[in-house]
């Protein structure tokens, strides 16, 4: 029945969080094989930590 429904998610991520989340996330990315994600990971946390 909702096959043509797509759902879109988004999280807000305090400043403070982001640097754990982004470590944790890429992490999990690499060990799943999916280094793409892991280097977005990388490159938001290079962005918003400086």
Request: no cysteine; aromatic share 6%.
């Amino acid at each position: 029945m909702h096959k043509f429904v797509k759902t879109v998610t988004w999280q807000r991520v305090t400043a403070e969080a982001l640097p754990r989340l982004a470590a944790v996330t890429a992490h999990i990315s690499r060990v799943e094989g999916m280094e793409g994600h892991a280097r977005t990971a990388d490159i938001r946390l290079e962005k918003f930590v400086r």
